[in-house]
């Protein structure tokens, strides 16, 4: 295992190394996002929630989800562009422990990112407060590894960095903003509602909103069902990508 | 003795972006024994860099590979093992741009599963034995293109590797730097190490290694020792050399860079013979021992 630990600390140190665009970068945005919402939304709520922790959640989990992503996939296509994928392939560690070190990384770049956010801009929400602190470790950990694998999976396929950006502009983006980051899905009309009762990343953010505040637009068990079986899709899937990807020589 | 290296019938086939099927290895069988200096050689796309991929695990073989086994590990179904015992230098420099010449070593020696608190005494032997210890908290990406190489020497080492594969460690390096390379590469094998080495660089085969495989259009031309095999190529040859190259020639000599050679089937008849047409126009004469380039020459040329 210290194998894999290795390559999980050489892709922690990466980030550590560049926190400007991997920690701060994401927080600025959503600062901005805070700041814009904070004036139009000021004094609206849903239900006893006030509009403003609706979206705090909501950002805050997008910020879980597009660190997970952003991590591996960016790192991995960077290792393509240098030749250092060789790495990778040479060195005796197993395909899925490559891919999930990559997912740790992610994983804790989004919790470092994550809890720097909170730290920063929680005392500009009024009201709130930490509805379920177990459940949220449970889902930033489960969500946070499963976007990880993803971005594994996007890292390893794709050839370049055009490839990666068209995934997370075309596919990630459009997911997240129908994952109920800015409003809850059931506002949405057919058949967008019925698009986000599937798409994954609605049950990470419902569930993430959940334990952060206690509301919920989606049933909890629908949710859990959710994000479990996609991160064992995803797991799957990553292991299939890297072991297809690794034993061949990288053009 | 247990081989280092066994590849039996090892096969590789790419698809070209008009699915035409490439084989760029086919059927390559060597072994090479524990405790050597063995060199690959070949001219540009022979398929060495395939071969290599495929013994270090960046390469899956054709189903058809009979087997790749590092001291009795198969890469294919024991790949962890195998890997374990295997050190590589690819042709290609790498460095991570980001790290530190001691973090590039850390954590790559880690990946090999290196204990953390004898990574830093390796790293400082490594890099010393290579000249590069007062690199060590330099970034690796502003090191010159030599440190670059050895830094991936460095790497390749770390780990104390049984087999080490040098995939063309010394192109572009300075004469000093190379006979340093080769320095280490012999203390390596002194320690145990077993060695292939690739190179374009004929005489460094010729200086490095026992025995080699000359590998041409993916497939084995030649393989044995290399003394053998220079004797097997100048067993029936006079070499000479003319003041004035534009004259009538005996049938059967032919010119090869600034010299003639002729195969003779009896040394002093065949003597004679030159001797007496070329009289005065021979420069130098002599009935030489092959040098591994004319037999590289030679064999990739389909010569032999």
Same mark, same amino acid.
């Given at each position: 295992?210290?194998?894999?630990?290795?390559?999980?600390?050489?892709?922690?140190?990466?980030?550590?190394?560049?926190?400007?665009?991997?920690?701060?970068?994401?927080?600025?945005?959503?600062?901005?996002?805070?700041?814009?919402?904070?004036?139009?939304?000021?004094?609206?709520?849903?239900?006893?929630?006030?509009?403003?922790?609706?979206?705090?959640?909501?950002?805050?989990?997008?910020?879980?989800?597009?660190?997970?992503?952003?991590?591996?996939?960016?790192?991995?296509?960077?290792?393509?562009?240098?030749?250092?994928?060789?790495?990778?392939?040479?060195?005796?560690?197993?395909?899925?422990?490559?891919?999930?070190?990559?997912?740790?990384?992610?994983?804790?770049?989004?919790?470092?990112?994550?809890?720097?956010?909170?730290?920063?801009?929680?005392?500009?929400?009024?009201?709130?407060?930490?509805?379920?602190?177990?459940?949220?470790?449970?889902?930033?950990?489960?969500?946070?590894?499963?976007?990880?694998?993803?971005?594994?999976?996007?890292?390893?396929?794709?050839?370049?960095?055009?490839?990666?950006?068209?995934?997370?502009?075309?596919?990630?983006?459009?997911?997240?903003?129908?994952?109920?980051?800015?409003?809850?899905?059931?506002?949405?009309?057919?058949?967008?509602?019925?698009?986000?009762?599937?798409?994954?990343?609605?049950?990470?953010?419902?569930?993430?909103?959940?334990?952060?505040?206690?509301?919920?637009?989606?049933?909890?068990?629908?949710?859990?069902?959710?994000?479990?079986?996609?991160?064992?899709?995803?797991?799957?899937?990553?292991?299939?990508?890297?072991?297809?990807?690794?034993?061949?020589?990288?053009? | 003795?247990?081989?280092?290296?066994?590849?039996?019938?090892?096969?590789?086939?790419? +698809?070209?972006?008009?699915?035409?099927?490439?084989?760029?290895?086919?059927?390559?069988?060597?072994?090479?024994?524990?405790?050597?200096?063995?060199?690959?050689?070949?001219?540009?796309?022979?398929?060495?860099?395939?071969?290599?991929?495929?013994?270090?695990?960046?390469?899956?073989?054709?189903?058809?590979?009979?087997?790749?086994?590092?001291?009795?590990?198969?890469?294919?179904?024991?790949?962890?093992?195998?890997? +374990?015992?295997?050190?590589?230098?690819?042709?290609?420099?790498?460095?991570?741009?980001?790290?530190?010449?001691?973090?590039?070593?850390?954590?790559?020696?880690?990946?090999?599963?290196?204990?953390?608190?004898?990574?830093?005494?390796?790293?400082?032997?490594?890099?010393?034995?290579?000249?590069?210890?007062?690199?060590?908290?330099?970034?690796?990406?502003?090191?010159?293109?030599?440190?670059?190489?050895?830094?991936?020497?460095?790497?390749?080492?770390?780990?104390?590797?049984?087999?080490?594969?040098?995939?063309?460690?010394?192109?572009?390096?300075?004469?000093?730097?190379?006979?340093?390379?080769?320095?280490?590469?012999?203390?390596?094998?002194?320690?145990?190490?077993?060695?292939?080495?690739?190179?374009?660089?004929?005489?460094?085969?010729?200086?490095?290694?026992?025995?080699?495989?000359?590998?041409?259009?993916?497939?084995?031309?030649?393989?044995?020792?290399?003394?053998?095999?220079?004797?097997?190529?100048?067993?029936?040859?006079?070499?000479?050399?003319?003041?004035?190259?534009?004259?009538?020639?005996?049938?059967?000599?032919?010119?090869?860079?600034?010299?003639?050679?002729?195969?003779?089937?009896?040394?002093?008849?065949?003597?004679?013979?030159?001797?007496?047409?070329?009289?005065?126009?021979?420069?130098?004469?002599?009935?030489?021992?092959?040098?591994?380039?004319?037999?590289?020459?030679?064999?990739?040329?389909?010569?032999?």
């Amino acid at each position: 295992m210290t194998y894999m630990w290795a390559l999980y600390a050489r892709e922690v140190k990466r980030f550590r190394k560049l926190l400007l665009d991997t920690i701060f970068s994401p927080i600025v945005s959503m600062v901005l996002y805070l700041a814009v919402f904070g004036v139009v939304t000021a004094n609206k709520s849903i239900g006893d929630i006030s509009f403003l922790a609706f979206i705090y959640t909501g950002l805050l989990g997008m910020i879980l989800v597009n660190s997970g992503f952003s991590n591996p996939g960016f790192a991995l296509i960077i290792a393509k562009n240098l030749g250092a994928i060789v790495d990778l392939q040479v060195t005796p560690i197993k395909s899925w422990q490559i891919g999930i070190a990559y997912a740790l990384a992610a994983l804790t770049r989004g919790v470092f990112t994550l809890c720097l956010a909170v730290l920063l801009t929680i005392w500009f929400i009024p009201g709130i407060h930490l509805y379920h602190p177990l459940m949220l470790i449970a889902v930033v950990v489960i969500s946070g590894l499963q976007y990880g694998m993803l971005g594994v999976v996007f890292g390893m396929w794709a050839r370049g960095f055009e490839a990666l950006t068209f995934v997370t502009t075309f596919v990630l983006q459009p997911m997240i903003f129908l994952a109920g980051v800015f409003y809850p899905i059931t506002n949405l009309p057919a058949p967008w509602n019925t698009i986000s009762a599937f798409n994954p990343v609605h049950h990470t953010i419902n569930l993430f909103r959940y334990s952060f505040i206690g509301y919920t637009d989606t049933p909890l068990a629908v949710s859990w069902a959710f994000v479990l079986t996609v991160s064992v899709i995803f797991f799957v899937l990553m292991n299939w990508m890297c072991i297809k990807k690794l034993n061949e020589p990288v053009q | 003795m247990q081989a280092a290296l066994r590849v039996d019938k090892a096969s590789k086939t790419y +698809r070209s972006s008009n699915r035409q099927p490439f084989k760029a290895v086919n059927q390559v069988s060597l072994e090479i024994q524990s405790g050597q200096i063995y060199g690959l050689l070949g001219p540009n796309g022979a398929g060495k860099s395939t071969l290599i991929g495929m013994i270090s695990g960046a390469a899956k073989p054709d189903p058809e590979t009979g087997a790749i086994e590092i001291f009795g590990h198969s890469v294919i179904n024991d790949r962890e093992a195998a890997k +374990r015992l295997l050190g590589i230098v690819p042709q290609e420099i790498v460095v991570e741009p980001a790290f530190t010449v001691e973090e590039v070593l850390y954590y790559f020696s880690g990946m090999y599963g290196v204990p953390s608190r004898e990574r830093g005494p390796r790293i400082k032997a490594a890099l010393d034995s290579l000249g590069l210890l007062d690199k060590l908290n330099e970034k690796a990406r502003t090191l010159s293109g030599g440190m670059k190489r050895r830094l991936m020497i460095a790497k390749a080492i770390l780990h104390q590797p049984k087999l080490l594969i040098l995939d063309e460690p010394t192109a572009g390096v300075d004469v000093a730097l190379r006979q340093r390379i080769w320095e280490l590469v012999r203390e390596l094998n002194r320690s145990g190490t077993t060695i292939i080495f690739t190179t374009h660089y004929l005489e460094e085969a010729e200086q490095l290694c026992e025995s080699m495989t000359v590998i041409n259009k993916g497939q084995v031309i030649k393989q044995g020792r290399v003394r053998d095999i220079q004797q097997e190529f100048s067993q029936n040859l006079i070499s000479f050399e003319l003041f004035d190259r534009d004259v009538e020639h005996l049938p059967g000599v032919r010119a090869i860079g600034t010299m003639f050679e002729y195969v003779y089937s009896d040394l002093s008849v065949d003597m004679s013979r030159i001797l007496a047409h070329y009289s005065g126009n021979i420069k130098t004469i002599h009935n030489e021992s092959a040098s591994l380039e004319k037999v590289f020459l030679e064999l990739t040329e389909g010569k032999a």
